[in-house]
T-cell receptor, first 112, second 118 residues
Framework: DAGVTQSPTHLIKTRGQQVTLRCSPK?????VSWYQQALGQGPQFIFQ???????QRGNFPDRFSGHQFPNYSSELNVNALLLGDSALYLC???????????FGSGTRLTVV | AQKVTQAQTEISVVEKEDVTLDCVYE???????LFWYKQPPSGELVFLIR??????QNEISGRYSWNFQKSTSSFNFTITASQVVDSAVYFC???????????????FGQGTTLQVKP
């Protein structure tokens, strides 16, 4: 049974560009959340998707947007990249009840 | 607002020592979940335990044990007879349960880096 799959694993982008990160949830999970983890910090909640809608959002600007597809997979889009967006981006899937969260290995984004 | 505090930034022990990682949380939810995750250098967050707020019974799993005290809003994690493979960053986290508006949103502490020396 596959866990959470994220792609790509590493990415280098130039300031001002746009990036799309992808996440496939664990089988049986219908809710996907995205987190940003800066170096030396704990993960910070970006947003959560359920039934193809954004259900909750953390304190992130509108440059961060997402999408959930009918098969529960999700994308995270970041526009107008800043150097400060460099981080590990983690995807977590869970049942809507929130009883358990499974994390992917993350995408390490470097903005130069 | 929800908040998780892990006051210990880094801990260094010698193999076979016992070590306790502290976690204090704040929430206005009457029911909630508490978690511990381990993050090895590879980056993936590895689930260790989930505790529902209405279950204050302490739990032991092999060399790992957790002490949940609702009265002091603490959820501490103890590793007995530590091993080099325990070296990692450990995160405590909080979320609402299905009845809370905070459901689905994990609030993490800053993490504690544990180094176990041989």
């Amino acid at each position: 049974d596959a866990g959470v799959t994220q792609s790509p694993t590493h990415l280098i982008k130039t300031r001002g560009q746009q990036v799309t990160l992808r996440c496939s949830p664990k089988s049986g999970h219908d809710t996907v959340s995205w987190y940003q983890q800066a170096l030396g910090q704990g993960p910070q909640f970006i947003f959560q998707y359920y039934e193809e809608e954004e259900r909750q959002r953390g304190n992130f600007p509108d440059r961060f947007s997402g999408h959930q597809f009918p098969n529960y997979s999700s994308e995270l889009n970041v526009n107008a990249l800043l150097l400060g967006d460099s981080a590990l981006y983690l995807c977590a899937s869970s049942p809507w009840s929130g009883e358990g969260y499974t994390f992917g290995s993350g995408t390490r984004l470097t903005v130069v | 607002a929800q908040k998780v505090t892990q006051a210990q930034t880094e801990i260094s022990v010698v193999e076979k020592e016992d070590v306790t990682l502290d976690c204090v949380y704040e929430t206005r939810d009457t029911t909630y979940y508490l978690f511990w995750y381990k993050q090895p250098p590879s980056g993936e967050l590895v689930f260790l335990i989930r505790r529902n707020s209405f279950d204050e019974q302490n739990e032991i799993s092999g060399r790992y044990s957790w002490n949940f005290q609702k009265s002091t809003s603490s959820f501490n994690f103890t590793i007995t007879a530590s091993q080099v493979v325990d070296s990692a960053v450990y995160f405590c986290a909080l979320s609402g349960d299905g009845s809370s508006s905070n459901t689905g949103k994990l609030i993490f502490g800053q993490g504690t880096t544990l180094q176990v020396k041989p």
